[in-house]
């Protein structure tokens, strides 16, 4: 009777330490994905920008009668591996050039496609800056649970590492310069 009391009580600590892995484990994976997804639709979404850059860059090439690339650095990014923080950084700054040669020209004013792509681009940079927040406030959850007992164990098994936010600022490095504007 003793060894069947005792079996009963290894399977109940076996299944209470089954379900506590599994629930760790879904929580984990609930961020995990949910950070997966925000990554995908930031990166359709600089996709969709930069494929408009160009085309901006095209109309006003066509517009303004040069050869001369507006936003020259931008089209050899596709030779280039990228970082889709570093991504967003070069297509701003494409963008600022684009504004400013755009009110240079009455011609380019005028232009009716080039504003509408101007608006849709403005538009993707709002939906950028959507999931770029919901991006960092899923990292700032999924971290606390890297750091927090008992998540943090089954985080060592499973070797899941702190994320950085979509600025690319580590918070727990040495580093203060790692901030960029």
Known sequence: MNVSIIILILIIIF??????YSITYNKFQYYIIKINEVEGKIDETLRAKYDSIIEVNNIIKECIKTKKEIVDDISKLKKEEISSFELDRVLSSALSKINFIKNQYDELKK??????????IEDMNESL???????NE??????????IFPYNV???ILKYKEKTFFDGKDMNDDNIK???L
């Open 15 to 20: 299944f209470t330490i089954f379900i506590l």
């Open 111 to 120: 232009n009716e496609r080039l504003g509408k792509l101007i608006y849709e």
């Open 129 to 135: 800056q959507a999931y770029k927040k919901f991006y």
């Open 138 to 147: 899923t990292i700032v959850l999924y971290n606390k649970l890297i750091r």
């Open 154 to 156: 089954l985080g060592i």
């Open 178 to 180: 790692d901030f960029k």
